[in-house]
């Protein structure tokens, strides 16, 4: 009888585990497209049909991953900043270890990779911090104030809107104007030499800025 269990079970096992790696991929898939349509169009103005279209899996895959648009839109920002959660947080143990301007500087310089590699996250924001939403809501329960929390307490910032929006947006805008860079300046933006340098330069003005603050 073991026998015979440990037989179905090897021939049952291989199509459950293709199938789940299926329904994983195709949830990758909505997630990527989705992704980039809500940073790029208003969220009213993305079709879940569309998605799936662009997405290339069958219609009504969006509700069953995610139940709903509003489920999808979730996931996606989920997942951005679970990734931005994974560049800044092994930065904690090491910060302590730092004076104010090393923890300042450790901090932008990993913002400025993660906005290098994920620029969406950066345009949704502004794409739903033009009108108050449910989303706007959802994006400052999740984000903007536990980022803000994080910068007083292990980087001893108290974060003002005029430091805030200059820091941000110095470290992010290049990274969503590529194209233009790449036109006006005739160099790339997401090659690495200049995300460092990028970096750097982000990094002197928000010391800059925190020192005159604080004189």
């Known amino acids: 009888m073991s026998s015979d269990m440990n037989t179905n079970i090897s021939e049952t096992s291989p ?18 497209v989705a992704t980039e349509a809500f940073a790029t169009h208003t969220y009213d103005g993305v079709s879940v049909r569309a998605l ?15 139940t709903d648009k509003e489920g999808l839109w979730k996931a996606a920002v989920d997942r951005i900043l679970a990734v931005l959660q994974a560049r800044v947080e092994p930065l904690a143990p090491v910060l302590g270890d730092l004076d ?15 906005s290098a ?9 502004i794409q739903e911090g033009r009108t108050d939403s449910w989303r706007l809501d959802y994006l400052i329960s999740t984000f903007h104030r536990n980022r803000l929390e994080w ?3 292990f980087v001893g910032i108290v974060q003002d809107p005029h430091y805030y929006y200059m820091t941000v947006g110095a470290a992010t805008l290049v990274f969503n ?21 990028h970096a750097s330069r982000v990094a002197d003005m928000a010391v800059y800025l925190r020192n005159q603050e604080e004189a």
Do not use: S, W
């Not at 199509?15 to 990527?32: F, I, N, S, W, Y």
């Not at 104010?100 to 993660?114: M, S």
């Open 151 to 153: 910068l007083q307490d």
């Open 100 to 114: 104010e301007d090393g923890r300042l500087r450790a901090v932008i310089t990993a913002f400025v990779r993660f």
């Open 52 to 66: 799936e279209a662009d997405a290339g899996v069958q219609r009504g895959a969006a509700a069953y991953h995610f």
């Open 15 to 32: 199509p459950k585990r293709r199938q789940q790696k299926r329904a994983a991929e195709t949830r990758e898939a909505l997630l990527d």
């Open 117 to 125: 590699e994920a620029p969406e996250l950066n345009r949704l924001i």
């Open 177 to 197: 104007a590529e194209h233009e860079c790449r036109e006006l300046f005739g160099v790339n933006p997401m090659a690495d030499d200049f995300i460092r340098e």
